[in-house]
């Protein structure tokens, strides 16, 4: 691998394009390209550097957002590797760490979830999400919450096992209602014995694991051998669970195919933007699918486009969650690519279909409706959010140009408190048309008058913005003009603009719609119930608030249970550090029973009682 920059200076109209390709080999590698700023632009790979790079260059008809990427360019580098599955890798490595603006980038911060089903004597299950262990077994991931839900609700319907927490089973003396409507065989009291409850348990495993036959069979076996001992009340519980199996199976469209775990990827883009719809097939269930915009189709159009989105998702997507035994795509041009990067040691094994029967060619077909429907949708929702955005910079003479107003920032503040106590200011961020709760930031107001709302600011302010290196195009300060003031007066010791500041004074009666927006210059503007940019302004504000209430309440329920502990006769360091430990945190004590909490260690039922009695 060797890498080659051709420029350090960083001086766009030092920039000599020609000179930087007439150095470029015709070979696999990595390309980069650097504004004047010294921030990277774009990260792209190429089975010929030579030819790729030059395609900025020479062609013509790129797209507006190309153009301006190409018209920032001061500086390019590359580097050759051995192959276009290691360009690949690199690529992808580059895009995680760097997030360059114009490359495809699938955003996901949300970790999928599993059914989980215990080791125990009676195998609990159960909703997961978080890294999985060998102390379960695990089965997934779903693609969302409801498909874990649903299949929780299948197995309770079908093989009656339980889903309650082992603290629950241990101390329960009767059945709960769940065994009276038939949804748990109710082992906490022994209504079933332990060897009926671990068949139902491995005929479970079995039906995730897509033995739905094998399951199907052994039932009507079980009933008729129970129907022939004249045992009818037996038979008739094989009976129902062969129902339930059954309608499932119907609902479903099980896949009976040999491989029965596929992932279904398709791709399809608008012009201006991909989106890949992942569906998920496990054990022979379509579990539903997800879609996963870009943040921009990249690059000069070109007909390999939707292959090289379809590539950088799985290898964003793929690089922390292992793929299924099978992968189904929309794009046979990209299955070469993708075999490559799979036998780089990601996922070996692992086929790649672009033409599949049966069942898996309805589920691509409906992956591809659907990734089409996102499209719509999606593009409708921007329209209005970029309408929006829009109108709001019109309204206060900021920069209203397409590629600039998709950068626009704005930072809110607010502060919330109880009489003083547990004061929290808030910052919550809006950014490419909607909120970005991901750059939220809480603060804890610390050494000032009870009450000080000006206080309050002038901290939460200083804290934010004393190191900042770059700052957001306007800040909201929720507030009249004390609060404006006092933002003011932070902004010029730190030597900022303060004319980014905007202060947003609450109606008569705190009326959502009669707020006034007071200006630095002491202008103040009153734009009217149903203004647009209004009604943005507000839903920024109110977000703030709901942000900074939400901390704050967290931050006294914390330090009042903290306190009602200490207070109670009978739990010293130990029995609090235990308690705490055994129910994860202040909210799950909170939540415990008595009779949970007096199955921690040195915590008779009595002081159970007086706990839970003082939480409550």
Same mark, same amino acid.
């Given at each position: 691998m060797t890498s080659a920059p051709s420029s350090t200076d960083f001086n766009q109209d030092a920039f000599d394009a020609k000179a930087f390709m007439a150095n470029l080999p015709g070979l696999p590698g990595v390309y980069r390209f650097i504004n004047t700023q010294g921030q990277l632009l774009y990260v792209g790979k190429a089975k010929d550097l030579r030819k790729r790079v030059s395609s900025y260059f020479q062609k013509t008809g790129h797209s507006p957002r190309i153009a301006h990427m190409v018209s920032q360019i001061a500086a390019a580098e590359f580097t050759v590797v051995r192959s276009e599955a290691e360009a690949l890798l690199l690529e992808n490595n580059l895009i995680k760490t760097q997030a360059p603006r114009y490359n495809i980038l699938f955003r996901d911060d949300k970790s999928y979830p599993f059914l989980r089903m215990s080791r125990h004597r009676y195998p609990r299950i159960s909703y997961y999400r978080g890294a999985v262990d060998k102390n379960a077994d695990y089965f997934g991931p779903f693609p969302n919450a409801w498909a874990v839900k649903e299949s929780i609700q299948i197995l309770q319907k079908v093989f009656r096992l339980r889903s309650c927490t082992d603290n629950v089973l241990s101390n329960r003396s009767r059945p709960c209602l769940l065994h009276q409507i038939h949804r748990c065989s109710a082992p906490c009291v022994q209504e079933i014995s332990d060897e009926d409850y671990g068949r139902d348990v491995g005929r479970a495993l079995s039906f995730l694991r897509g033995g739905h036959e094998e399951v199907l069979s052994a039932l009507q076996a079980d009933m008729q051998k129970a129907s022939d001992q004249l045992d009818f009340e037996a038979a008739a519980v094989y009976r129902d669970q062969i129902g339930a199996l059954s309608r499932v199976l119907q609902q479903h469209?099980?896949?009976?195919?040999?491989?029965?775990?596929?992932?279904?990827?398709?791709?399809?883009?608008?012009?201006?933007?991909?989106?890949?719809?992942?569906?998920?097939?496990?054990?022979?269930?379509?579990?539903? /699918?997800? $879609?996963?915009? #870009?943040?921009?189709?990249?690059?000069? @159009? =070109?007909?390999?486009?939707?292959?090289?989105?379809? %590539? &950088?998702?799985?290898?964003?997507?793929?690089? /922390?969650? $292992?793929?299924? #035994?099978?992968?189904?795509?929309?794009? @046979? =041009?990209?299955?070469?690519?993708?075999?490559?990067? %799979? &036998?780089?040691?990601?996922?070996?094994?692992?086929?790649?279909l672009h033409a599949p029967q049966g069942k898996r060619r309805d589920w691509l077909r409906l992956a591809e409706d659907n990734a089409r429907l996102a499209l719509v949708r999606r593009a409708q929702e921007q329209g209005g959010a970029e309408a929006r955005t829009r109108l709001l910079a019109e309204t206060l003479g900021l920069a209203s140009d397409t590629e600039d107003l998709a950068e626009l920032r704005i930072e809110c503040f607010d502060i919330s408190h109880t009489s003083g106590e547990a004061t929290q200011a808030s910052c919550v961020v809006y950014h490419h048309h909607a909120m970005q709760s991901s750059d939220y930031r809480r603060f804890n107001i610390r050494d000032i008058t009870a009450g000080d709302d000006y206080a309050a600011v002038r901290q939460a302010l200083t804290r934010r913005y004393e190191q900042a290196e770059t700052l957001p195009d306007l800040v909201l300060i929720d507030g009249g003009k004390g609060q404006l003031s006092v933002a003011m007066d932070v902004f010029a010791g730190l030597g900022h603009d303060t004319g980014i500041l905007l202060g947003v004074a609450k109606g008569e009666g705190r009326k959502v719609g009669l707020e006034r927006l007071i200006f630095p210059d002491g202008r103040e503007l009153a734009l009217g119930r149903d203004h647009g940019a209004l009604m943005l302004i507000a839903e920024i504000r109110d977000e703030a608030h709901r942000f900074a209430i939400s901390g704050m309440r967290a931050k006294r329920a914390k330090a009042r249970i903290g306190s009602v502990l200490d207070e109670i006769e009978g739990v010293g360091p130990k029995r609090r550090q235990r308690l705490l430990a055994r129910f994860g945190g202040l909210q799950g004590l909170k939540k415990a029973s008595v009779d949970e909490l007096a199955t921690v260690e040195g915590v008779s039922h009595g002081l159970a009682e007086e706990i839970y009695r003082r939480l409550h």
């Open positions: 469209s099980m896949e009976t195919e040999s491989v029965q775990d596929c992932d279904i990827l398709a791709v399809v883009g608008d012009g201006q933007r991909a989106v890949v719809n992942l569906a998920m097939v496990r054990g022979g269930r379509h579990l539903g /699918d997800r $879609p996963y915009f #870009s943040a921009a189709i990249h690059g000069p @159009e =070109s007909d390999d486009t939707l292959d090289e989105a379809l %590539l &950088a998702f799985a290898s964003q997507h793929y690089l /922390d969650t $292992p793929p299924a #035994s099978t992968l189904v795509v929309n794009r @046979e =041009s990209a299955v070469p690519a993708l075999l490559d990067w %799979l &036998a780089t040691g990601q996922a070996k094994g692992v086929r790649v």
